[in-house]
């Protein structure tokens, strides 16, 4: 089933605030893969959201430190 491109509750699962992406929605933004999102964070890009106890969330990112984060690499690369 093709993907809509729309971020909204019925792409990731469940209601997520307006700040905060999925890695699916990153691949979208980035027009990229999922899988090369999960690539791209094991090599601590982008980054993945802490909890209160500094734990990281997984699958959840904050989405303009990684959008900046994402380009900040981009450039590195050019």
């Known amino acids: 089933m093709p993907h ?4 909204t509750e019925a792409t990731c699962g469940s209601p997520i605030p307006a700040n905060v ?8 933004l980035f027009d990229i893969s999922v899988r090369h999102v999960l690539r791209l964070t094991s090599n601590g890009v982008p980054v ?7 734990k990281t969330v997984r699958g959840r990112y904050n989405l303009m ?3 900046r984060a994402y ?6 690369l050019g």
């Open 4 to 7: 809509s491109g729309k971020f």
């Open 21 to 28: 992406a999925t890695a699916e929605q990153l691949a979208l």
């Open 48 to 54: 993945r959201l802490t909890d209160e106890e500094g």
């Open 65 to 67: 430190i990684n959008v």
């Open 71 to 76: 380009c900040n690499c981009l450039r590195e």
